[in-house]
């Protein structure tokens, strides 16, 4: 996969006076089945997550609260998202590095991800990870 295909997808946005709601379901608005959900949450002012690869695993990140910047690399290209809208969320296949920063004050990040926990189909070290993509420094 390339950062080309990450994609912002639009989430239903149902307005209500009370307050608006979103829903995602998967192969509807998610495309692919949603095996676990988590969020991250409280993290520290100039601190990152994420750092890492995936082998099979795809996800959907949502800036339910707040924002950040996802920067996305496959080796060859970088490109960055910022999220800071509850109705829109970014696909990221598999085989591409993510990083999180700039996370705002009270932001939250949930993410929808296609595969259970499986510490095999990490990767955390960037010259692994360029050998698994095929490419070179």
């Not at 996969?1 to 995602?24: F, Q, T």
């Not at 990140?61 to 690399?73: C, E, H, P, Q």
């Amino acid at each position: 996969m390339k950062v080309s295909d990450a994609k912002i997808i639009d989430i239903p946005k149902i307005e209500d006076r009370r307050g608006n709601l979103s829903v995602v379901e998967e192969f509807k608005n998610v495309p692919f089945h949603i095996a676990r959900a988590y969020w991250l949450y409280d993290v520290p002012g100039g601190e990152s997550r994420g750092g890492h690869a995936h082998r099979k695993l795809k996800q959907l990140l949502i800036a339910v609260s707040g924002s950040f910047t996802v920067t996305l690399d496959d080796g060859h290209e970088q490109r960055k998202f910022l999220l800071n809208h509850p109705y829109q969320g970014l696909v990221i296949e598999t085989g591409i590095w993510r990083t999180l920063d700039d996370f705002s004050s009270g932001a939250v990040c949930l993410v929808l991800a296609s595969e259970l926990y499986e510490e095999s189909d990490y990767i955390y070290d960037y010259d692994e990870f360029l050998k698994y993509k095929g490419c070179s420094r």
